[in-house]
C-alpha cells in the first residue's frame, strides 16, 4: 500500500516538474546566452569603464554557474566570453558610449 501511495506522488511530482519546464521553455533556453553575455558586458565596463586591474575584475564577474573561458583583446578593448557552450563579446566603444555588445 505505501509503495503504490509514494509511487503516485512520484509520478504527480514528475508530472508537475515537466508542466514547469514547458512553461518556463523560453526562459530556459536563454539561459546560456544570458551568462556569457552577461559576463563579457561586466567585464568590460569593469575594465574600461571603471579602470579596474584584471583580477579584480575577473572575481567582480565570478558567478555561481562557471564559464570555460574569457578573452581579452587589450588593443581593441574586446571580451569575448565562452560559458555553457554560447559565446558573446562586448567592446569599449568610448567615454560616452561605455561597453557594448557585439552582435
Known sequence: MTR??????MSLLLIGLFGWVWLER?????????????????????????LQPADY?????KQSVPISDLL??????RITVNGLGRSHS??????????????
Do not use: H, N
Open 57 to 61: 575584475c575577473r572575481g567582480y564577474v
Open 26 to 50: 523560453v526562459a530556459l533556453r536563454a539561459f546560456p546566452d544570458i551568462i556569457s553575455a552577461y559576463t563579457a558586458k561586466q567585464y568590460c565596463s569593469c575594465r574600461y569603464v571603471m
Open 90 to 103: 562586448a567592446r569599449w566603444m568610448g567615454a560616452r558610449q561605455g561597453c557594448r555588445l557585439e552582435p
Open 4 to 9: 503504490k501511495v509514494l509511487l503516485a506522488m
Open 72 to 77: 581579452e583583446t587589450v588593443e581593441a578593448k
